[in-house]
Nanobody, 123 residues
Framework: VQLQASGGGSVQAGGSLRLSCTAS????????IGWFRQAPGKERDLVAL???????YYAHSVKGRFTISRDNYKNTMYLQMNSLKPEDTAVYYC??????????????????WGRGTLVTVSS
């Protein structure tokens, strides 16, 4: 099982980045996929998730600026991040959890994790 995240980098406030997460080793379409982020000294928080049937959830802090999507044929999930703010600076992780009856909003619920990708937003 592998989740490979990519697309992080450094941008100025107001800029955009697109993160990608490619999965292998499990039935991608049977899993909900989430993006989490962790800033230094803070907990790992959910940014957005997308279920197997394309239901989406966004943290309040990113709603209207970030868009999550998935391509089950490519086993890939994306996070388009627009209007970036310095407070978006963090290591971003993608994670997968088997689809259930409720949305998995906490990192402890997730089964598989990718390595993080650093996003730095300067003011």
């Amino acid at each position: 099982v592998q989740l490979q995240a990519s697309g992080g980098g450094s941008v100025q406030a107001g800029g955009s980045l697109r993160l990608s997460c490619t999965a292998s080793g499990f039935s991608f379409d049977e899993y909900d996929i989430g993006w989490f982020r962790q800033a230094p000294g803070k907990e790992r928080d959910l940014v957005a998730l997308i279920t197997g049937d394309d239901t989406t959830y966004y943290a309040h802090s990113v709603k209207g600026r970030f868009t999550i999507s998935r391509d089950n044929y490519k086993n890939t999930m994306y996070l388009q991040m627009n209007s970036l703010k310095p407070e978006d600076t963090a290591v971003y992780y993608c994670a997968a959890v088997l689809t259930g009856n409720v949305l998995s909003l906490y990192y402890t619920e997730y089964d598989y994790w990718g390595r993080g990708t650093l996003v730095t937003v300067s003011s």
